[in-house]
């Protein structure tokens, strides 16, 4: 800012407001208590100087026009990096049994980790639908191929049991819980009691483990909170239709009213929310609080498909860090589609794909399994 002459100080009081806002021309007299030909002339005079101040005739109002900037400061690297940072990579919607089922999947991501293709994974989140799961013993919507809560848990012991030597959270979703409704069968905890004996059998760390509604759905992990969960499809699908909710502050609004719902006075504000079944692949911030919605792969309805919504298949690697104050900042988003190499693969188009990959998959589990 250049300096004014002391002999103007009528002249600084007002580019110290124009700084600050736009102001009308009376609105400049009655704050300095000074004539309309004293405003005009110190304005004038600070145009002599170099300001740029612009006066819009339609509202009356005049304005700073600020020089575009063209050089910025880094952010000193003793401030960005002096706190921890971590990688997670985060998934949903594997729905072990149903028609899409993905066992393939867990593989493909398991290859990817071990590569280092996506630099050192600290930990696996998964936000729920493990399971397409059964509401009742003649479940058919969703075309069920693996139709039994046997055949479902054992199919998911050997896909997920491919992650091992770091830490995995797993949150169920509505399709895991169904069983749990109906026959007091809680899928995911299962699988996961199930997986670390398995693991303890082979003398290996126990790395699963049950995010559970009894800690508000959070964890602490490298002392980073992260909370989990899952939204319902009318609720994912009712938010998609409505423009405004794609904006942060009505983003926000969704998201405290969820967290809102059934969450104890103690909760801590979690540095990471991770979304599960959300019908669009998004990243976002809000609060202070990282989230990212995750959408798995579902086949498109009618009405999503005349409204243009596209589901991917993939996962999501995200890295957070603090900075020195406890800061949480996100710096890097890699979403993993698979899609194109599934179509390379196969020479269909991605959902003829993946039915015809999980019925070759699951006809050759079936078998195995003596189905």
Sequence with gaps: MKKINGNHELASKILDTLNKRSAKLGELERAFNQSKNAIVLAIDFLKQKGHKIVFKPVSGMYFLEHATRT???????????SGPTIRKLGMSETHFGG?????????????????????????????????????????????????????????????MSCFEGMPVYIRPGDHDMWQHTTAGVNMVANLVEKLNLMRKAENKEQNFNYVSSDNNDQIEFNNFIFEFKHIMSAQ??????????????????????????????NTAQPHHIGFGNWHREISFFHGGTAMDLYPGFQESTDWEKNMGIVHKFGAKVVTLGKDKNGNIFRYDVRYIDFTDIIEKITGHDLDDALLNLALRAFNKWKKKLGV
Excluded: C
Aim: glycine residues 12%; aromatic residues 10%.
């Design 99 to 159: 028609r899409h089922s993905q066992p393939h999947f867990i593989v493909a991501l398991w290859v990817a980790i071990k590569s280092g293709e996506f630099g050192k994974i600290d930990l696996i989140t998964h936000y729920g639908d493990v399971f397409n799961g059964l509401k009742h013993a003649d479940y058919s919507r969703g075309g069920n191929i693996l139709n039994g809560v046997d055949t479902q848990m054992r199919l998911g012991i050997i896909a």
């Design 71 to 81: 050089k910025f400061e880094a952010i000193p690297k003793e401030i960005l990096y």
């Design 236 to 265: 994912s699908r009712g938010l998609t239709t409505k423009a405004q909710y794609m904006f942060e502050d009505r983003m926000g609004d969704f998201v405290k009213s969820l967290r809102g719902n059934g969450v104890s006075k």
